[in-house]
């Protein structure tokens, strides 16, 4: 039977008004694998008073940063509980491997963990600004966060928003993308079972235009959380101008990964493959411009090509896949047209660039690992994120124009560099204007570290105490240790 997917309002699970729903496809197999509610524009009213009136009650909000941790730790355990099963929705649902799918999980419990741990951690400070002068700098939440969620990372990107938002003391109401709400409801469903008290965490599934839109524009939210396209992260900036709410936007980028002649090169391949091909390329940090040195340029392209060719693509919950499904018809047929594209703007296809039909997989949404070279920057399979298993590789001459190449984007999220000698690797890197950046690595990070982009990739960090910080509020109290007068107007 297909799964009814309710919301979750006040602690209770409840139909939507509007009896229409959405078909949730497994986009392996094209099936239906659940129905979800769609919210209307006035039951996301009504949950965004619900949210406010629970902040305001102090139920969560007073609680000691010891309560909110224990119960932080509580849904960190049962998250760590029901791994096997998160793993499993989030492959139905979104396409990527089951090794993709756990390493998420794992990574969700640990965000939870994570966050009660810094609670436990003072972020105060308190100084004599003069003899007769304490003062005290204290950190307090916010009241009612937004947060609204793609597709991509369907599970995580809701928790990376959800621990740090409930750490401060917010109330929450999380949007998870339309197609995508499967670990969503599940992670709903373990808080359900935790002692976060009723109506702090509120869940309404629904369209972006409906739902986080109404979130955007209320007067009654204070901080919108966004993950998503640089597209709508726009349109949210300007629907949040009404009551100034704060906005935190993780937008999308088209990262450079630069090669030099001098670099480890069965390291750079492997990793300029995990950079793109992982996720089937629906990251926002994916290296998706692989820039080469010339003295390297057809050696690289030649191992990289035959490896990216050997990825094994298949359904996620195949032991032997490596690379799954795009994640929906729409998506799929948009990476198809870029690819399209790329043929048409003259880049070179040298491998890959059609959808896969074979060995059963042909009510599924699979692209071959695609590699165009001999690509120019006004190319817009350059210039456009993807956000597909499509990567370009570009040469560069020196260390001067391959920072050019890098940074000619309007983009700043990520970026990476490879070569033996780390004094050019370092200096290279300060120069990329990205805000996640590695040397000799691709994707690896931690929770510690702050994530998000320069330019438009986005505004503030999600992770590390920076993500604590999106929302919270900072206040300054400054106590007289001597009151009396002081006589300014006589
Ligand atoms: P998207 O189309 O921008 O949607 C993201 C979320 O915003 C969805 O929940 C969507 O709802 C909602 N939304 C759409 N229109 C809205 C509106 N007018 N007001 C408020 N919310 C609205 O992005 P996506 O296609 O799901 O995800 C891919 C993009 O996310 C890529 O650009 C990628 O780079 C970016 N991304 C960035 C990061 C990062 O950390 N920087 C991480 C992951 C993904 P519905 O789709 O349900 O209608
Ligand atoms: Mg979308």
Redesign the pocket.
């Known amino acids: 039977m297909t799964k009814e997917l309710k919301q979750y309002i006040n602690g209770q699970w409840v139909e939507s008004s509007d009896p229409k729903k959405l078909n949730i496809i497994n986009p392996a197999t094209q099936e239906v694998i659940a129905r979800a509610a769609k919210a209307t524009k006035e039951e996301t009213e009504e949950t965004i008073k619900i949210a406010k009136r629970t902040f305001e009650s102090g139920v969560w909000s007073d609680r000691s940063p010891q309560e909110r941790a224990a119960v932080l730790v509580q849904i960190a355990d049962k998250l760590q509980e029901n791994i096997d099963e998160l793993t499993e929705l989030e492959v139905q649902n979104n396409g990527k491997t089951r090794r993709e799918a756990r390493s998420d999980a794992e990574e969700a419990a640990n965000t939870f963990r994570y966050y009660a741990g810094l609670l436990n951690i003072p972020n105060d400070q308190a100084y004599e600004a003069s003899e007769d002068m304490q003062t005290l700098i204290v950190k307090e939440p916010i009241g009612v966060a937004g947060l609204?969620?793609?597709?991509?990372?369907p599970l995580l990107?809701s928790v990376w928003k959800i621990a740090p938002a409930l750490a401060a003391g917010n109330s929450i109401l999380l949007?998870?993308?339309?197609?995508t709400p499967m670990t969503a409801v599940k992670v709903f469903e373990l808080i359900d079972e935790s002692d976060l008290p009723k109506g702090v965490a509120n869940l309404l599934m629904?369209?972006?235009?409906v739902v986080?839109?109404t979130?955007?524009e209320s007067d009654d939210v204070d901080v919108v959380s966004?993950?998503?396209?640089?597209?709508?992260?726009r349109?949210?900036m300007q629907?949040a101008t009404g009551n100034m709410k704060k906005v935190s936007l993780?937008?999308?980028?088209k990262s450079p990964n630069i090669i030099f002649d001098d670099a480890d090169l069965e390291t750079a391949v492997d990793y300029s493959l995990f950079g793109i091909f992982m996720g089937s390329g629906?990251?926002?940090?994916s290296g998706s411009r692989i820039l080469v040195q010339e003295g390297i340029y057809d050696e690289f392209v030649e191992k990289y090509v035959e490896k990216a060719k050997g990825i094994r693509v298949g359904p996620g919950n195949d032991k032997q896949s490596q690379m799954g499904a795009i994640v929906s018809e729409k998506?799929f047929e948009s990476i198809l047209e870029y690819i399209r594209i790329g043929k048409e703007e003259g880049a070179n296809l040298a491998q890959g660039g059609n959808r896969i039909k074979k060995d059963g997989l042909e009510k599924g949404f699979f692209i071959e690992p695609t590699v165009f070279t001999h690509v120019t920057s006004d190319m817009r399979i350059v210039r456009e994120?993807i956000?597909g298993p499509v990567v370009t590789i570009q040469k560069f001459k020196n260390e001067e124009e391959a920072i050019k190449i890098a940074n000619d984007t309007v983009f700043g999220?990520a970026g990476a560099v490879f070569s033996t000698d780390q004094n050019k690797a370092l200096r290279v890197i300060k120069k990329v204007r990205a805000g996640i950046t590695w040397v000799n690595a691709y994707h690896l990070t931690n929770i510690q570290a702050p994530?998000?982009?320069y330019k438009q990739?986005?505004i503030g960090r999600?992770l590390g105490t920076y993500g604590l910080g999106e929302y919270q509020e900072t206040k300054q109290i400054n106590i007289n240790l001597s009151p009396k007068p002081i006589h300014w107007f006589e």
Request: charged share 10%; with cysteine.
């Open positions: 609204i969620v793609p597709w991509n990372f990107m949007k998870p993308a339309e197609i629904g369209s972006g235009s986080g839109q979130i955007a966004f993950t998503g396209s640089t597209g709508v992260g349109h949210i629907a993780e937008l999308g980028g629906q990251v926002c940090s998506h994120e956000f999220l994530w998000g982009g990739s986005g999600s």
